[in-house]
């Protein structure tokens, strides 16, 4: 386990008191269950080959939100199939336009 700090130390003995208590509503809560429950299903593999120096910075972001590398990946191609995750204003990107045409299986016939 990581070493926990101070502020972490007061948090897990208030937890452990039941001193902490949820300042989330009804409604709040029944959201993020519905959220978490649509993210967890995972029913299929996804093989990607990305540079080293991508990988070494998606684990090393990953790490700083505590979070496993592939897990990460997950949530950020969701955020952005869903449109959540947008570009910034004044950043450019040759793939990103792109991608905004919307994408369709091509057939035999297609061809």
Do not use: C, W
């Amino acid at each position: 386990m990581p070493k926990t700090d101070p502020y972490e130390t007061e948090l897990l003995a208030a937890y452990d008191k039941g001193a902490l208590k949820s300042v989330a509503t009804k409604s709040e809560l029944s959201k993020f269950k519905a959220a978490a429950r649509a993210t967890a299903i995972k029913d299929r593999r996804v093989n990607i080959r990305l540079s080293s120096g991508d990988l070494q910075d998606i684990q090393v972001k990953a790490l700083a939100e505590g979070l496993p590398y592939q897990t990460l990946i997950a949530s950020v191609l969701h955020k952005y199939v869903t449109g959540r995750l947008t570009e910034r204003e004044g950043s450019s990107s040759s793939i990103i336009p792109a991608l905004k045409s919307p994408l369709r299986r091509t057939t035999k016939t297609d061809a």
